[in-house]
């Protein structure tokens, strides 16, 4: 579309107006009947306790000295843990300030959490600053938070009208300009703008929706709205026709969670006019959630992922709104606590809160199973008499959005537990996103449930890739069968081929076999399996991942061809925290020119 045909379009807006969030009601109407509504009942008393937690205590300083802790060690956590409880604070008391507003300390303490925002030394993290982090590159940069805060500060200044000071709401416009709009116009392109990954759904997203809630100047917002329809166009390009998101269901929320929540406010705005909910890919994406969760909670959490998600229930019953029949409203116990989101994001705050309907949602997730070619994703939801059990597996390339090295890895759950894991994301620091990113057991192969191979690895890159030989579901089993060869960088590798047959019976179980051709004989083969579970050898030929009280799952092999070890490991987890997990590495006796080696594991 082109900028005066942008422009058009723009000057025949309704004014920003934030009672079109409200299906049905108004923006005064919900929050004077919030408090009383039953179905937002626990996510209100998780606010107020949040508040009691926080009115004791002063707000945290953004230091210089927590600032260089990134350039001087490469961790992250320092500064970022008193960036986002800035954030909690200010989130929770516009909340209660627009819940309560016969409370004046609520409205006060807001007031104060406002000002402290807007004299930051910068909305960006320091992990996020390209080049170094001089005053003047910081000032010209735009980060994911960086955006997110101006959005979060014009939807404030929204909600809180003429309550708020009108010097206040004045900085606050003036800091959006000088922090996002002007740079965004004046400084890019930045790289961001022609991702496609979460980037550019959440940094574009983030300023059309400020710009859209904020700025008066048709002119000056169509050419704002270009660019970031632009980035939007680039973001979906990201997604395969299947709807996928590489980047695990985690970035799913995020990224495509901004592009929602723009996308909404441009519908808004235009009277429907603008509207990307009528292009079918984003139909498809929206269904990636209710896909994606294979058990309960537990997800297939490949890439940088987390296995257990909890769901943002008001963009799920936005989408299921808008997709009426299409996408599932999700399990309400799956609902995300308000302080779960350790960044504190205003934005789904806030619609988790005025977009979440009453009466909606089911007891557990219906059985389930997707073949997703683009991405080349198996993804199994079993429910028997035994309970629900799940089954993930994945092809692709090792070239993608927060990539590991993971062609051929599955994941196996039964019951709320995971007995054939994914190590998912480790601990965000600067090595992570650097060269070494592959020396992590959680990013490299060998932290995943695919064979080494004379003691090498998967490799990193577009052309280490999986063909998909063959792909079915059906009611009675599942199948997958890949081609790994291009996977290695192994030259008298021939041939490897991996077949996973998942059999949907009460107690299910799954058939894998990999079947190999080599130019020669290889020095050494081993099947690599990974686990969280502490394994136990029951005899020659059977080792058991157990279960939590009883039952469990039982490896079964042929001890001839293979010898088991069981080494143990320690991952850093995404939240810093120490993890335990153990590899079952099963080694080829004789390794030959050719070689087949089968394995069983069947929930007991």
Not at 147 to 169: D, N, W
Not at 443 to 457: K, L, T
Request: hydrophobic content about 35%; overall charge negative.
């Amino acid at each position: 579309m082109s900028k005066q045909e942008l422009f058009e379009r723009v000057i025949q807006f309704k004014p920003a107006d934030l009672d079109c969030y409200y299906p049905g009601s108004s923006q005064e109407t919900f929050w004077r009947t919030a408090a009383s509504a039953g179905h937002l009942e626990q996510d209100i008393a998780e606010i107020r306790a949040e508040g009691e937690r926080l009115g004791s205590q002063p707000i945290p300083e953004l230091t210089p000295e927590l600032f260089s802790v990134f350039a001087r060690t490469g961790s992250r956590l320092e500064y970022e843990r008193v960036y986002f409880e800035r954030r909690r604070r200010l989130n929770t008391y516009v909340f209660l300030a627009l819940l309560e507003p016969d409370n004046a300390q609520h409205l006060q303490y807001a007031e104060e959490m406002l000002l402290a925002v807007c004299g930051e030394y910068t909305w960006c993290l320091p992990a996020h600053v390209p080049g170094g982090h001089e005053a003047a590159e910081i000032n010209r940069y735009i980060d994911l938070f960086s955006a997110e805060t101006g959005f979060t500060l014009s939807e404030i200044s929204q909600l809180l009208g003429e309550r708020l000071p009108l010097q206040l709401r004045l900085r606050i416009r003036q800091e959006t300009e000088d922090r996002l709009f002007r740079p965004f116009m004046e400084q890019g392109p930045y790289e961001w703008e022609t991702a496609r990954h979460n980037w550019a759904a959440v940094c574009a997203g983030s300023i059309g929706a400020a710009a859209l809630l904020s700025v008066e100047d048709p002119q000056v917002l169509a050419e704002i709205l270009q660019k970031t329809e632009s980035s939007m166009h680039c973001y979906l390009e990201g997604f395969g026709d299947d709807g996928a998101c590489l980047e695990g269901l985690g970035y799913w929320n995020y990224g495509f969670g901004y592009f929602t929540y723009y996308s909404d406010l441009l519908r808004c705005r235009s009277a429907g006019d603008l509207d990307w909910f009528k292009v079918p890919k984003v139909q498809r994406i929206a269904r990636f959630q209710q896909q994606c969760f294979i058990d309960g909670s537990l997800t297939a959490n490949f890439s940088d992922s987390l296995p257990r998600v909890r769901v943002h229930m008001g963009l799920s019953h936005y989408l299921a709104g808008v997709y009426p029949g299409d996408v599932e409203c999700p399990p309400a116990e799956l609902r995300a606590p308000y302080t779960e989101d350790h960044c504190s994001r205003f934005a789904p705050a806030l619609r988790n809160l005025i977009w979440k309907q009453p009466g909606t949602g089911q007891k557990d997730w219906p059985a389930a199973s997707a073949y997703l070619p683009d991405a080349a994703w198996l993804l199994s939801r079993h429910v028997s008499p035994a309970g629900t059990f799940g089954f993930a597996a994945k092809g692709g390339h090792n070239d993608e959005p927060h990539n590991h090295n993971d062609l051929g890895q599955f994941i196996l759950t039964g019951r709320g537990k995971v007995y054939a894991a994914d190590l998912g994301s480790g601990e965000y620091t600067a090595g992570y996103f650097g060269d070494g990113r592959y020396e992590y057991d959680c990013n490299g192969s060998q932290g995943h449930s695919v064979p080494v191979i004379n003691g090498r690895y998967q490799q990193a890159g577009r052309e280490f890739s999986a063909a998909v030989v063959h792909a079915a579901t059906d009611g009675a089993a599942d199948e997958l069968t890949l081609e790994l060869t291009a996977a290695y960088e192994a030259e008298d590798l021939q041939s490897l081929t991996r077949t996973l047959v998942w059999h949907k019976e009460e107690l299910p179980r799954l058939e894998l076999i990999d079947n190999y051709r080599y130019a020669g004989v290889p020095e050494s083969w081993t099947e690599r399996f990974i686990t969280w579970r502490q394994p136990e050898v029951l005899s020659p030929g059977a080792v058991l991942l157990p279960g939590q009280d009883g039952g469990g799952v039982q490896v079964t092999y042929d001890p001839a061809a293979v010898e088991l070890q069981i080494n143990e490991h320690m991952n850093h987890g995404h939240f810093g925290q120490k993890q335990v997990w153990h590899s079952l590495d099963f080694q080829a006796v004789r390794p030959g020119s050719e070689g087949s080696y089968a394995f069983t594991f069947q929930f007991i």
